[in-house]
Nanobody, 120 residues
Framework: QVQLVESGGGFVQAGGSLRLSCAAS????????MGWFRRAPGKERDIVAA????????YYADSVKGRFTISRDNAKNTVYLQMNSLKHEDTAVYYC?????????????WGQGTQVTVSS
């Protein structure tokens, strides 16, 4: 069982930055693929970024490439999403996700979500 708790969301002006954190419980965190998804108002939940168990491989949605960076610290059981050059269209609830292989093919655990609001 893995429990995920996000933090770091908030309100920011366009062009600004935020860093989201996801703290995971469980001794097997380091063996899980992790990722961030988001759900904008009126839209489906979509993948934002993913990272392999050892951080050696990453994936980004086209809409965030070059602006967002996903990373993880297995010693702290934490995954991060650094978001720079934020745009109004990045406004969404951001969810942390975990899967034993990769979140790109299926998510086993979800966090509760954290709201990110970017003013235009």
């Amino acid at each position: 069982q893995v429990q995920l708790v996000e933090s770091g969301g908030g309100f920011v002006q366009a062009g600004g930055s935020l860093r989201l954190s996801c703290a995971a419980s469980g001794r097997t965190f380091s063996s899980y693929g992790m990722g961030w998804f988001r759900r904008a108002p009126g839209k489906e939940r979509d993948i934002v970024a993913a990272i392999s168990w050892n951080g050696g491989a990453t994936y980004y949605a086209d809409s965030v490439k070059g602006r967002f960076t996903i990373s993880r610290d297995n010693a702290k059981n934490t995954v991060y999403l650094q978001m720079n050059s934020l745009k109004h269209e990045d406004t969404a609830v951001y969810y942390c996700a975990a899967a034993q292989r990769t979140v790109l093919t299926g998510v086993e655990y979800w966090g509760q979500g954290t709201q990110v609001t970017v003013s235009s």
